[in-house]
């Protein structure tokens, strides 16, 4: 994990808007449309021992982090690297392997699946014939470091404060084989196959998850004792392919991650480029000389395209995940709870699906993370799955850092991302871990959020974000409602489609207080609807279950027939739509469109956009939902299909998520109708 320490003023995020009550705020949740699966694997996290896996009924438990990356199987021992004064520390237990077999059994025994790292620097931790701890960077051998544990250095030099090191400069010239031994792909292959050997393979139960290193883009940053000068693509893409390639030999139905990087700078570019940049050769957004050198492309989509050459070349996959580590850079991540930290810590969980939000650190580029992911893999790679293998929020002891944790996994559910593994397993009974409770042990029976997302929309996520599914155990429709306000109760309606118009609902809840509580008593409703006034910085679930049958509606086929050209028309034309605008499209009484239709299904198509964005379509003069109906870059020409609810007028709402000033046209071709 890293973050870059930038000033970031946050007296402009304080919120202007809080008093006693909020506005009345509409839920728009329709269990008929948007319907996936979610996959279970968004519920995971690190070093989660079997108890812990257990309470909170997680899906995945990673052994990861800079340790891991120097972690000697044969030896049981770890070197922790910039962590901790380079330090090559035994574990009590000196049977070869025994950290990683321990892991994996005692994560099993917690319900979960195990994920180990696989180490590809090239050295590992050595100890001696004592089981002594031995020192990279031992003061005795080279003195003058600005910091020591014991005999145990820094690897900090007097000098001019240079990064990594926050006193001094890093010294380059250590001998590596002070605390470590080269360790190359065939002395790691010996551990893949001990592992199989314990566990028998992945598809009979056995380790399924080996990822690809952790951060290499990074390692001169934190191994420098024995990797001292940054990793170039041509190093990361050999070791990509020589690892993988052993994995697969070992066991083809493991499962192979990569390539594991650190954040946003790692997607972009080499580790020999981001020293690049730091050093002034070039900036970021250029074209810099190793990213040149193989042909100008983005980091992460050059790494997929070549793993993907292998496969064809050799007809062997050696990679089934692209799998990235991804932190806010605003301060987030960190026990700040100023009003200023907490609202941006409501508004950044954009970056991970918003393509029209503008990231407020120094990114400040539109992030778009598991768009931006999806788009690699279909460009470079086609038929991996995503994975966000780290990230964190920060505030785990304060309920602004439960409220975005319960943000996080409801955006992971319904954006389709495939496994998410928060570092690390929160701590027992803080709101983080309690907000990771209310999707998967809300009761303490482990009865959780569903696994189908539905539509679930809501005026402005920033306050409050909802997120919908049904449980395929007993069909329930499950509704968490997570109210970031800082202060003021939220009165909310939750409206309902697509599901009985009557029934009763279960409300559990965990707010400031800190405790998950069943609200009594339950709600009857009627009508489609019920209402329940929210507590602020509050995670609510609602367990819907209908007593009446679903409403149906029968859909009729139209001849295709375009109802919407914003380049000229007709039946419905211009002008072209402006950036944030949000125009009302009377669709009944044109193509055929009665007045009678309550949804249609078009073909949708975004034209001559002037910068990158997206369209959300929706009932007009209800809430825009927080799915987008298309996304697009500045001049691309792009169509997708949707199903769009109509109001009670036969009208529908088209609203441009684009910077003001910025223009994008749009078709529209009708080819039936449901009432």
């Known amino acids: 994990m890293r973050t870059r320490l930038v000033a970031l003023t946050l007296a402009a995020l304080t919120p202007s808007w809080a008093h006693a009550q909020n506005p009345p705020v509409t839920v728009a949740v329709d269990a008929a449309a948007n319907r996936h699966a979610i996959s279970p694997l968004v519920y995971g996290v690190h070093f989660a021992p079997t108890a812990t896996l257990q309470d909170l009924n997680a899906t995945v438990n990673r052994y990861g982090g800079n340790s891991s990356g120097r972690y000697n199987w044969l030896e049981n021992i770890d070197n922790r690297g910039g962590d901790y004064f380079f330090e090559s520390i035994p574990y009590p237990d000196p049977a070869q392997g025994e950290l990683g077999d321990t892991f994996i059994s005692t994560t099993k025994a917690g319900g979960a699946e195990p994920f180990l790292t696989m180490p590809m620097v090239g050295w590992v931790a050595r100890t001696n014939a004592f089981r002594d701890t031995l020192c990279s960077f031992s003061v005795a051998k080279y003195p003058g470091q600005t910091g020591a544990d014991g005999d145990c250095g820094s690897g900090c030099l007097a000098g001019p404060d240079t990064y990594p090191c926050q006193t001094g400069t890093p010294f380059l010239a250590a001998d590596p084989t002070d605390a470590s031994i080269p360790a190359d792909g065939a002395f790691q292959q010996n551990w893949m196959a001990h592992i199989k050997g314990v566990f028998g393979p992945a598809s009979l139960g056995g380790l399924r998850y ?5 951060e290499p883009t990074i390692w001169h940053n934190v191994y420098w004792d024995v990797h001292p000068l940054p990793a170039d693509t041509d190093e990361m893409r050999a070791k990509m392919i020589d690892y993988g390639s052993r994995i697969k030999s070992v066991d ?26 730091s050093d002034g050769v070039c900036s970021f957004g250029d074209n810099c000389p190793d990213r040149a050198n193989h042909g100008g492309q983005e980091y992460v989509a050059y790494l997929l395209s070549q793993v993907k050459q292998h496969e064809v070349d050799t007809g062997v996959r050696i990679l089934d995940w692209l799998s990235l580590h991804f932190y806010p850079q605003g301060g987030e991540f960190s026990d700040v709870v100023s009003p200023g930290m907490q609202m941006l810590r409501n508004t950044s969980t954009r970056a991970l699906w918003d393509p029209g939000y503008l990231d407020q650190s120094y990114i400040n580029d539109f992030v778009r993370l598991i768009p931006r992911m999806k788009s690699w893999v279909s460009t470079s790679y086609p038929g991996l799955k995503i994975g966000l293998t780290e990230y964190n929020w920060g505030a785990e002891n304060h309920i602004n850092g439960g409220t975005a944790q ?13 496994m998410a593994i928060r570092w690390v397993v929160p701590d027992a009974g803080t709101p983080v871990y309690n907000a990771f409770k209310m999707y998967r042990n809300y009761d303490g029976a482990k009865s959780t959020f569903g696994d189908t997302s539905v539509s679930a929309g809501v005026p402005n ?33 939750i409206s309902l489609a697509g599901f009985p118009a009557s029934g009763s609902v279960e409300v559990w809840q965990l707010t400031s207080a ?29 367990v819907v279950r209908g007593s009446g049958p679903t409403p ?43 007045p009678t239709a309550k949804a249609l299904s078009i073909n949708l198509t975004a034209t001559q956009s002037t910068t990158q964005g997206y369209l959300l379509l929706f009932p007009a003069g209800q809430a825009a939902p927080t799915v987008s109906s298309i996304n697009y870059v500045a001049g691309q020409t792009r169509a997708n299909n949707a199903v769009v609810p109509l109001n009670a007028s036969g009208a529908m709402a088209a609203f441009v998520g684009q910077p003001a000033g910025t223009t994008v046209h749009l078709i529209v071709d009708v080819n039936g109708y449901f009432q």
């Open 552 to 594: 149906a509606l029968d859909y009729f086929t139209l001849p295709p027939c375009r109802v919407v050209d914003t380049r000229g028309g007709p039946p419905i034309g211009g002008p072209v739509l402006q950036g944030q605008e949000t125009r009302s499209l009377a669709m009944a009484g044109n193509c055929g469109i009665p």
């Open 514 to 542: 800190n405790t998950i509580a069943r609200v009594l008593t339950d709600i009857s409703y009627t009508g489609a609807s019920f209402t329940k006034t929210l507590p602020p910085q509050s995670i609510t679930l609602f």
């Open 406 to 418: 319960a943000d996080l996994l409801g955006i992971f559910g319904r954006e389709g991302l495939d």
């Open 252 to 277: 083809p139905t493991a499962q192979v991650l990569g390539p594991e990087e650190w954040g946003w700078d790692g997607f972009f570019y080499s580790g020999k480029d981001q020293q690049n940049i």
């Open 461 to 493: 996520p920033d306050l409050l974000a909802a997120f919908a599914a049904q449980r395929t155990s007993d069909n329930a429709l499950t509704i968490m409602a997570v109210s970031k306000v800082l202060t003021g109760d939220t009165p909310t309606t």
């Open 210 to 214: 080996w990822g690809l290193d952790n």
